[in-house]
Nanobody, 127 residues
Framework: VQLQASGGGLVQAGGSLRLSCATSGRIDSSYAVAWFRQAPGMDRVFVGV??????????YYADSVKGRFTISSDNARNTVYLQMNNLRPEDTAVYYCAASPSVILSNLASPAAYALWGQGTQVTVSS
């Protein structure tokens, strides 16, 4: 299984982008699929996750993006999306999608819990 993130770009503050995470193999509902971001010189941080069926397929977001970002997927979960609205300059980062089966609830926001990673896509928000 491989992941490939795309859809990044340059946008003005207040604008929107939609990132896609395409899987080359089968990511089923037993996987948690998450988005992380990493700004230059900073640690990779949690953005949001679609939890597995183990946790009711609930979606969780970091407080910094709650109400602005939305995670969704196609029915087959071949592609997971991150819709980003009302973007701010502080959202500038490389965005990564990640997936792993059997991630426990307390680890959903931890990069170390994910075995599969996409290559990252750059998002730049100008002020």
């Amino acid at each position: 299984v491989q992941l490939q993130a795309s859809g990044g770009g340059l946008v003005q503050a207040g604008g929107s982008l939609r990132l896609s995470c395409a899987t080359s193999g089968r990511i089923d509902s037993s996987y948690a699929v998450a988005w992380f971001r990493q700004a230059p010189g900073m640690d990779r941080v949690f953005v949001g996750v679609g939890a597995s069926n183990r946790h009711g397929n609930r979606i969780y977001y970091a407080d910094s993006v709650k109400g602005r970002f939305t995670i969704s997927s196609d029915n087959a979960r071949n592609t997971v999306y991150l819709q980003m609205n009302n973007l701010r300059p502080e959202d500038t980062a490389v965005y990564y999608c990640a997936a792993s089966p059997s991630v426990i609830l307390s680890n959903l926001a931890s990069p170390a819990a994910y075995a599969l990673w996409g290559q990252g896509t750059q998002v730049t928000v100008s002020s």
